[in-house]
């Protein structure tokens, strides 16, 4: 499945930003969807993850409080609130699809990956 995230940008300390992937297809309902992130020089982290059904969702605990993931079926789109924003959540944020409906902190389970989308919060 081919997954398009979009909304990065500049955003303060303190603001909020909301993320969003389009995986446009039929099948979006089946899968469970995560986000994850790489800030330069670092490696790719866990953001968060929502199963197939949108039940609770799953944070990593560097963001829990502060981010929301949500879906919409109907509109193939997966969503990353984030409030509270702090100037080391800077980094490029990828939306992914694990085909099994559900997914957590683990690259591995997901089959596909965005391509990215760079938040900067500056101080």
């Known amino acids: 499945v081919q997954l398009q995230a979009s909304g990065g940008g500049l955003a303060q300390a303190g603001g909020s930003r909301t993320l969003s992937c389009l995986a446009p297809?039929?099948?979006?309902?089946?899968?469970?969807m995560g986000w994850f992130r790489q800030a330069p020089g670092k490696d790719r982290e866990f953001v968060g993850a929502?199963?197939?059904?949108?039940?609770?969702?799953y944070y990593a605990t560097s963001v829990t409080g502060r981010f929301t993931i949500s879906r919409d079926n109907a509109k193939n789109t997966m969503y990353l609130q984030m409030t509270s924003l702090k100037p080391e959540d800077t980094a490029t944020y990828y939306c992914?699809?694990?085909?099994?409906?559900?997914?957590?902190?683990?690259?591995?389970?997901?089959?596909?990956w965005g391509q990215g989308t760079l938040v900067t919060v500056s101080s």
């Open positions: 929502i199963t197939w059904k949108g039940g609770r969702p």
């Open positions: 297809g039929r099948a979006f309902s089946r899968y469970a």
């Open positions: 992914a699809a694990a085909v099994g409906g559900v997914a957590g902190a683990d690259p591995h389970q997901y089959d596909s």
